[in-house]
Protein backbone atom coordinates (compact mmCIF):
# COMPACT_ATOMS: atom_id res chain seq x y z
CA UNK A 1 0.00 0.00 0.00
CA UNK A 2 1.23 3.37 -0.89
CA UNK A 3 1.46 6.01 1.53
CA UNK A 4 -0.14 9.12 1.53
CA UNK A 5 1.96 12.22 0.92
CA UNK A 6 1.41 14.97 3.30
CA UNK A 7 2.25 18.80 3.44
CA UNK A 8 1.76 19.99 6.80
CA UNK A 9 0.71 23.62 6.56
CA UNK A 10 1.87 25.44 9.73
CA UNK A 11 3.37 24.37 13.04
CA UNK A 12 1.19 26.54 15.29
CA UNK A 13 -0.92 25.49 18.17
CA UNK A 14 -2.86 22.83 15.89
CA UNK A 15 -0.23 22.33 13.07
CA UNK A 16 2.44 20.82 15.68
CA UNK A 17 -0.24 18.30 17.06
CA UNK A 18 -1.22 17.02 13.42
CA UNK A 19 2.29 17.38 12.74
CA UNK A 20 2.79 14.25 15.33
CA UNK A 21 -0.12 12.84 13.62
CA UNK A 22 1.48 12.59 10.17
CA UNK A 23 5.04 11.45 11.62
CA UNK A 24 3.83 8.76 13.91
CA UNK A 25 1.24 7.15 11.86
CA UNK A 26 3.36 5.17 9.51
CA UNK A 27 0.47 4.90 6.22
CA UNK A 28 1.75 9.13 6.02
CA UNK A 29 4.86 10.21 4.58
CA UNK A 30 5.74 14.00 5.50
CA UNK A 31 6.56 15.52 1.85
CA UNK A 32 6.96 19.17 3.21
CA UNK A 33 6.08 21.17 5.52
CA UNK A 34 5.24 25.51 5.33
CA UNK A 35 6.17 27.73 8.14
CA UNK A 36 4.26 31.01 8.18
CA UNK A 37 6.84 32.62 10.37
CA UNK A 38 10.50 33.44 8.77
CA UNK A 39 12.28 32.03 12.50
CA UNK A 40 11.01 28.57 11.61
CA UNK A 41 11.73 28.12 7.63
CA UNK A 42 15.04 25.48 7.73
CA UNK A 43 14.03 24.24 10.96
CA UNK A 44 13.19 20.24 10.90
CA UNK A 45 9.76 19.47 11.04
CA UNK A 46 10.45 17.18 14.04
CA UNK A 47 11.93 19.48 16.06
CA UNK A 48 8.74 21.92 15.76
CA UNK A 49 6.70 19.36 17.31
CA UNK A 50 8.76 17.67 19.67
CA UNK A 51 9.73 14.76 17.68
CA UNK A 52 13.33 13.76 16.12
CA UNK A 53 14.34 15.06 13.19
CA UNK A 54 13.23 13.79 10.38
CA UNK A 55 14.87 14.95 7.32
CA UNK A 56 12.16 17.63 6.52
CA UNK A 57 12.56 21.03 6.77
CA UNK A 58 10.64 23.84 6.80
CA UNK A 59 10.09 26.20 4.48
CA UNK A 60 7.56 28.87 3.03
CA UNK A 61 8.30 28.72 -0.67
CA UNK A 62 4.93 27.53 -1.94
CA UNK A 63 6.02 27.06 -5.14
CA UNK A 64 8.80 24.61 -3.84
CA UNK A 65 5.84 23.15 -1.79
CA UNK A 66 3.59 22.45 -4.77
CA UNK A 67 6.85 20.83 -6.60
CA UNK A 68 6.83 17.56 -3.99
CA UNK A 69 3.88 15.81 -5.73
CA UNK A 70 1.91 15.59 -2.48
CA UNK A 71 -1.55 14.16 -1.96
CA UNK A 72 -2.87 16.03 0.89
CA UNK A 73 -2.27 19.25 2.89
CA UNK A 74 -3.30 19.87 6.43
CA UNK A 75 -4.01 23.05 6.44
CA UNK A 76 -4.00 24.79 10.41
CA UNK A 77 -3.16 28.60 9.99
CA UNK A 78 -4.81 30.62 12.78
CA UNK A 79 -5.94 33.06 10.09
CA UNK A 80 -6.82 31.19 6.55
CA UNK A 81 -5.31 33.19 3.90
CA UNK A 82 -7.94 32.47 0.76
CA UNK A 83 -5.22 32.80 -2.08
CA UNK A 84 -3.15 30.15 -0.72
CA UNK A 85 -5.95 27.70 -0.21
CA UNK A 86 -7.15 28.08 -3.83
CA UNK A 87 -3.22 27.49 -5.27
CA UNK A 88 -3.49 24.54 -3.21
CA UNK A 89 -6.73 23.24 -4.30
CA UNK A 90 -6.05 24.67 -8.12
CA UNK A 91 -2.70 22.24 -8.30
CA UNK A 92 -4.76 19.26 -7.48
CA UNK A 93 -4.29 19.35 -3.44
CA UNK A 94 -6.85 17.63 -1.36
CA UNK A 95 -7.14 20.20 1.79
CA UNK A 96 -8.16 19.02 5.42
CA UNK A 97 -8.53 21.80 7.43
CA UNK A 98 -9.50 22.60 10.60
CA UNK A 99 -9.62 26.23 9.76
CA UNK A 100 -13.25 27.57 9.70
CA UNK A 101 -12.64 30.42 7.59
CA UNK A 102 -13.83 32.79 9.43
CA UNK A 103 -11.64 35.75 9.14
CA UNK A 104 -12.74 35.41 5.18
CA UNK A 105 -16.63 35.40 6.22
CA UNK A 106 -16.67 32.15 6.26
CA UNK A 107 -17.26 29.13 3.56
CA UNK A 108 -20.07 31.47 1.61
CA UNK A 109 -20.93 33.64 -1.14
CA UNK A 110 -17.55 34.95 -3.31
CA UNK A 111 -15.27 32.70 -1.04
CA UNK A 112 -17.08 29.62 -1.56
CA UNK A 113 -17.26 30.11 -5.26
CA UNK A 114 -13.75 30.79 -5.57
CA UNK A 115 -12.70 27.54 -3.62
CA UNK A 116 -15.86 25.46 -5.63
CA UNK A 117 -14.36 27.01 -8.72
CA UNK A 118 -10.39 25.82 -7.68
CA UNK A 119 -11.22 22.52 -6.76
CA UNK A 120 -12.85 21.88 -10.36
CA UNK A 121 -9.85 23.32 -11.76
CA UNK A 122 -7.69 21.01 -9.84
CA UNK A 123 -10.02 18.27 -9.33
CA UNK A 124 -9.86 18.38 -5.96
CA UNK A 125 -11.41 18.26 -2.58
CA UNK A 126 -11.54 20.71 0.96
CA UNK A 127 -12.85 19.06 3.52
CA UNK A 128 -12.81 21.09 6.87
CA UNK A 129 -13.32 20.09 10.05
CA UNK A 130 -12.81 22.26 12.75
CA UNK A 131 -11.16 21.64 16.06
CA UNK A 132 -12.43 20.51 19.41
CA UNK A 133 -12.67 21.74 21.88
CA UNK A 134 -12.71 25.17 19.50
Not at 61 to 68: C, H, K, N, P
Not at 102 to 131: D, F, M, P, W
Request: with cysteine; hydrophobic share 40%; glycine share 12%.
Amino acid sequence: MAKVRVIQWTTGKVGKLTLRGILDDPRLELAGVYAYSNDKTGMDAGTLCGRPKCGVSATNAIDALLALGADTVIYTPFMAELSHLIRLLENGLDVISSNLLLNLGGVQGEVKQQLEAACRRGKSSLYITGISPG
